[in-house]
């Protein structure tokens, strides 16, 4: 079974809002992390959040964890055409362990 | 050079074929995987390589056979396919978890769509 839970399962949104994408996975984790993939291509690593880390930014991106609720959230901020794709978050079945399990992803759509 | 480049990007097999994808990081990298990926579907974990030695295998079945032959290279050879092993497979690679810093960021190639007739 997959690791991790998102929702929402597809977003629809203007170009130029933003989009909040959320995750729960069931273990402890040293780390969570998010990955986009456009269609049929090769996943593309956005950010890690440790877990003794609350906030993380990278550009547009934020990235929230919460361990006391085994949850995480993407935000972009000012979604652009481009941002439309896959959205996966990404935990280790075992802590330390390389063994990524995915998330089921939230399918963004930006309109423009 | 951050890229993983996979070969071939479209692959359609008969299901008495044998045939082989290959996977290529040069970014010293000890940690390979291979992922099988439906439509609409997360990735799915098939293998890891550790130091060129097979760590994990998700109990794929054995019609699915990995080979690590060196750092760089990474293959899953192919034998009586069924149609429902169509899909998209991706190869990554990473460095090798080591203690609460892991896992580390997977770099993933664009994949090899395979299609099973």
């Known amino acids: 079974s997959q690791q991790g839970e998102e929702d929402p399962q597809a977003l629809s949104i203007q170009e130029g809002e933003n989009a909040t994408m959320n995750c729960s996975y069931k273990?402890?984790?040293?780390?969570l992390q998010w990955y986009r993939q456009n269609s049929g291509r090769g996943l593309v690593h956005l950010i890690l959040?440790?877990?003794?880390?609350r906030e993380k930014h990278s550009g547009r991106l934020r990235v929230t964890l919460d361990t006391s609720k085994k949850s995480s959230s993407l935000l972009i901020t000012a979604s652009r055409a481009a941002d439309t794709a896959s959205y996966f978050c990404?935990?280790?079945?075992?802590?330390?362990?390389?063994?990524?399990?995915f998330g089921t992803g939230t399918r963004l759509t930006v309109i423009p | 050079d951050t890229e993983v480049t996979q070969t071939p990007k479209h692959l359609v097999m008969g299901m008495t074929n044998k045939k082989s994808l290959k996977c290529e990081q040069h970014?010293?990298?000890?940690?390979m995987y291979w992922y099988k990926q439906k439509a609409k579907k997360p990735p799915e974990l098939m293998f890891v390589?550790?130091?060129?030695?097979?760590?994990i295998n998700e109990s794929v079945p054995s019609r699915f056979s990995p080979e690590c032959p060196n750092s760089s290279l990474l293959n899953l050879h192919l034998h009586a396919l069924q149609p429902e092993d169509s899909a998209l497979y991706l190869c990554?690679?990473?460095?090798?978890?080591?203690?609460?810093?892991?896992?580390?960021?997977?770099?993933f190639g664009p994949g090899t769509r395979l299609t099973v007739t």
């Open positions: 990554a690679s990473s460095q090798v978890a080591s203690g609460d810093r892991s896992p580390y960021e997977q770099y």
């Open positions: 273990t402890s984790i040293n780390n």
């Open positions: 959040i440790r877990s003794n880390e």
């Open positions: 990404a935990t280790a079945k075992v802590p330390g362990a390389n063994n990524l399990f």
């Open positions: 970014m010293g990298h000890r940690a």
């Open positions: 390589y550790s130091y060129e030695k097979l760590s």
